[in-house]
């Protein structure tokens, strides 16, 4: 990479020297602006390895100076904003910060150019955890219509690791008004983190927090998961039946966290025959390995565990898995006589019991990070709802 980098020092080098040797005949706003943007962006290629972008860019940014007549001081501020780079990439934030902020702090440029320079200033910051100092300078440049998409990422960014949800929920508001991107993920679990800490005296109501989630992400199933558990909370279990059923439809690779509650909620209703019916639905639509043995418990507590073997034995048919498998050698192993068959699927029930229990439940279908339990954002990745079940993935259906 720092290879590169200097290999392609010599075009950016080329390009300062080309641009100090020009005539400045007349302070041409508009341009120099945009260069200084094609500038930066050139450079943030070389930085993420893009190099093939930024000589296309650099070339093409010269060959505009031979008919637009850039002015001398502006290269200089270019050629000193990327050295300042050039140094945080390097890891040397000292220097770029003091690079950075002389830029900012001159009275040689113009009010455009220190929005750059704040800018990068900006990203020193993030780069050492100077949180603080860097919100303060992205706030000033929300403001700045060609900065704030940047400014309020950068923010969410921010209040997602100080964890000011609140604050996280205001800019990622601000985001989805004027964001082209089609999700709206992030605000919906920034609604979901903030409803969960909410202190019980607080004038504001989680289920409206909730209800605002699965307004701007119809497939949050966290919110559902939150929503149900808080109609639960309040014995309204009609309603936690019909929220947590939803998850089915918005997203089947979960429907395995949702079954304990809905178990509970049937019973209190007295309606355990709905839930066998939910999960049969589930089953056909999912393959989900956890709505596959919770079907086996239920048709074994109603009718008989030889029901339940071949409902098992029949699934593993279409959708063979370990999960399935263990629970099938289970039933083998109840009922073998005694001997050195009951021995063999014995010890072959506890070798596979011990290969799940050694894995993992859940992984990262974005990065591969895996874990014990269920987080929303991944902590290898930071993506919010990659991580899944592997009981829910790892099932063909
Ligand atoms: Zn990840």
């Not at 029949?314 to 289970?330: A, E, V």
């Amino acid at each position: 990479m720092i290879e590169l980098l200097f290999l392609l020092l010599p075009i950016a080098a080329a390009y300062g020297w080309y641009m100090g040797h020009r005539s400045a005949k007349k302070d041409q706003e508009d341009v120099s602006n945009k260069l200084s943007r094609d500038y930066v962006t050139g450079v943030n290629f070389l930085l993420s390895n893009q190099t093939e972008k930024a000589v296309d860019l650099f070339l093409d940014m010269l060959q505009k100076q031979e008919t637009e007549n850039e002015i001398e001081h502006r290269s200089q501020f270019e050629a000193e904003l990327t050295l300042g780079n050039l140094f945080r990439s390097r890891g040397e934030v000292d220097r770029a910060l003091r690079i950075h902020q002389a830029l900012d702090n001159s009275p040689n440029y113009s009010f455009e150019q220190k929005l750059l320079a704040k800018q990068q200033l900006a990203k020193d910051f993030m780069s050492v955890g100077f949180f603080d100092r860097a919100e303060s300078l992205y706030i000033m440049l929300v403001d700045e219509p060609e900065f704030a998409e940047g400014a309020l990422q950068q923010l969410a960014v921010i209040y997602q690791k100080t964890k000011e949800w609140k604050k996280a929920i205001n800019v990622a508001e601000k985001l989805a008004k004027i964001s082209t991107k089609a999700d709206n993920i992030e605000l919906a679990q920034f609604y979901c983190e903030y409803a969960r800490i909410l202190p019980a005296d607080s004038k504001e109501n989680p289920q409206t927090l909730l209800t605002q989630a699965l307004k701007v992400s119809p497939t949050c199933v966290r919110a559902s998961i939150m929503l149900g558990e808080l109609s639960m909370q309040q014995k309204d279990y009609q309603t936690a039946v019909k929220i947590l059923e939803n998850v089915l439809v918005q997203n089947s690779d979960y429907v395995g966290e949702i079954l304990p509650q809905l178990q509970e909620c049937y019973q209190h209703l007295g309606q355990l025959d709905n839930f066998e019916l939910f999960l049969i639905r589930a089953s056909q639509a999912s393959g989900n390995a956890s709505v596959d043995l919770a079907l086996a418990d239920v048709i074994e507590q109603k009718d008989s565990r030889a029901v339940a073997q071949s409902k098992i034995y029949q699934k593993m048919g279409s959708n063979p898995n370990m999960f399935l498998f263990h629970r099938f050698i289970q039933y083998q192993m109840d009922d073998a006589e005694q001997g050195r068959g009951k021995e063999s699927l014995t010890l072959l029930h506890k070798m596979v019991g011990e290969h799940i229990k050694q894995g993992f439940d859940y992984r990262c279908t974005n990065c591969g990070y895996q874990s014990h339990k269920l987080m929303w954002c991944c902590p290898s990745c930071r993506q919010w709802e990659k991580i899944k079940p592997i009981r829910g993935i790892d099932n063909p259906n």
